[in-house]
């Protein structure tokens, strides 16, 4: 099935930076959300996003509904040591229960000292 | 959002045997999905149960390999059935439950399962 594409797939940064990812598609979705997966748990969703060009926060994380419909952004600032994990974009084409997710490749986080 | 437990945590099996992994749910909800998460890799579903019907199975994954029940609003089985090393994988349910206006998948902590 499709998958979306995330970006950079992993990344190392130091506590205090600033970080940017992004999820792109080829195809439309009508919702983006974005989780988060420690080692040894499931995903926890973070921020969700319904409306093109919408920017939504969570705390330090900040996401954005891309105007096309096609992708999504997440940042993170003044990143800290419990930010390291798998961070997950997920696109959903309809509304309701039945909607299926697809999600993104993941991007992996890692925070040095 | 909800709790959500699966058991067992995690297990290590024989090839050619049969798991059934448990998720239970803290209220009732109407959609559970259960995904699967290859070693390193993103999750793909592999199918959504809804209480009191079949459950709808995704490309590539079908009922005798991935047996699912549904028997209340609380409670889902995914069986992992005449296992090999290739269904090592973290299995995970989730549930629909409504959130911010609509609804939103809300997931357990996964099945860790190997293969030998």
């Known amino acids: 099935g499709q998958q979306l594409n995330q970006s950079p797939q992993s990344m190392f940064i130091q506590e205090g930076e600033d970080v940017s990812m992004n999820c792109t598609s080829s195809?439309?979705?009508?919702?983006w959300l974005w989780y988060k997966q420690d080692p040894g748990e499931g995903p926890v969703l973070l921020i969700a996003l319904y409306k093109a060009g919408e920017l939504t926060s969570n705390g330090r994380l900040t996401a954005q509904f891309g105007i096309t419909r096609k992708d999504s952004f997440l940042n993170i600032s003044a990143s800290i040591p419990s930010d390291v994990g798998i961070y997950f974009c997920?696109?959903?084409?309809?509304?309701?229960?039945?909607?299926?997710?697809?999600f993104g490749t993941g991007t992996r986080l890692q925070v040095t000292l | 959002s909800a709790v959500i437990s699966q058991k067992p945590s995690r297990d290590i099996c024989q090839r050619g045997t049969s798991l059934t992994i448990q998720c239970q749910v803290d209220s009732q909800v109407t959609m559970m999905f259960w995904y699967r998460q290859q070693p390193g890799q993103s999750l793909t579903l592999i199918a959504t149960?809804?209480?009191?019907?079949?459950?709808?199975?995704e490309s590539g994954f079908v009922i005798d390999k991935f047996p699912i029940s549904r028997p209340n609003l609380t409670f889902s089985t995914l069986t992992v059935s005449n296992m090999s090393p290739e269904d090592s994988s973290i299995y995970l349910c989730?549930?629909?439950?409504?959130?911010?206006?609509?609804?939103?998948?809300?997931f357990g902590p996964g099945t860790r399962l190997t293969v030998t």
């Open positions: 989730s549930v629909a439950v409504p959130d911010r206006g609509t609804y939103e998948q809300y």
């Open positions: 195809s439309i979705f009508n919702t």
């Open positions: 149960a809804n209480q009191g019907s079949e459950a709808t199975y």
């Open positions: 997920a696109g959903r084409r309809n509304t309701g229960t039945a909607s299926k997710l697809t």
